[in-house]
């Protein structure tokens, strides 16, 4: 990948988390709106989470995988029991 690519990475990497801290901070607005009975407020959160998870959702894929999964899962080894 050349060093415009990496940039283009970088900065789609950004976005990314930018988009994470959006929406923690408006599900905690969500939940904090609900837990108060303010059923109009939370109602109004909605349509701005789901603009933001879908281009989460569509950002993400674009982006290639950090580590590509193996599809082999460890084996927990169980501790030997002293006789």
């Known amino acids: ?5 990496e940039e283009t990475e970088t900065a789609r990497r950004a976005r990314l988390a930018e988009l994470d801290r959006e929406l923690d901070r408006l599900r905690y607005r969500h939940d904090i709106a609900m837990s108060a009975f303010r059923f109009e407020e939370a109602t109004a959160l909605g349509p701005a989470i789901a603009m933001l998870e879908k281009e989460r959702e569509l950002l993400a894929a674009a982006l290639p995988q950090v580590e590509p ?3 082999i899962a460890p084996i927990l080894v169980r501790p030997r029991r002293r006789r």
């Open 1 to 5: 990948m050349g060093a415009m690519g």
């Open 69 to 71: 999964p193996t599809g």
